[in-house]
Nanobody, 121 residues
Framework: VQVVESGGGWVQPGGSLRLSCAAS????????MGWYRQAPGKQRELVAS??????????NYAESVKGRSTISVDNAKNTVYLQMSSLNTEDTAVYYC?????????????WGQGTQVTVSS
């Protein structure tokens, strides 16, 4: 399973952006997907996650982004999105997409290469 993020970049404080993550595999709709981030000198942390359609598409958010972030999935495009608004400098990090695959021959945990998000004026 290949996982590829896109959509990072530079944004001013208070701005918004949308990250995209495309994952391969015909069983994408069965994947649990998540976004993590890692800031310099800090551990990687969960930002948001969404269960597969069989899991009800339940979402979970870190307290630091709750209310200003939305994770969503488009099964037709094998893509998960993270929409973030009211960005601040503490959101600066490398954002990673994670696919948890628990069905089929490719069971395992897969990570993308990461996309840099920089929030500064």
């Amino acid at each position: 399973v290949q996982v590829v993020e896109s959509g990072g970049g530079w944004v001013q404080p208070g701005g918004s952006l949308r990250l995209s993550c495309a994952a391969s595999g015909v069983l994408f709709r069965y994947y649990n997907m998540g976004w993590y981030r890692q800031a310099p000198g800090k551990q990687r942390e969960l930002v948001a996650s969404i269960t597969s359609f069989t899991g009800g598409g339940r979402t979970n958010y870190a307290e630091s982004v709750k209310g200003r972030s939305t994770i969503s999935v488009d099964n037709a495009k094998n893509t998960v999105y993270l929409q973030m608004s009211s960005l601040n400098t503490e959101d600066t990090a490398v954002y990673y997409c994670h696919a948890e695959v628990r069905v089929g021959p490719d069971r395992g945990d897969y990570w993308g290469q990461g996309t840099q998000v920089t929030v500064s004026s």
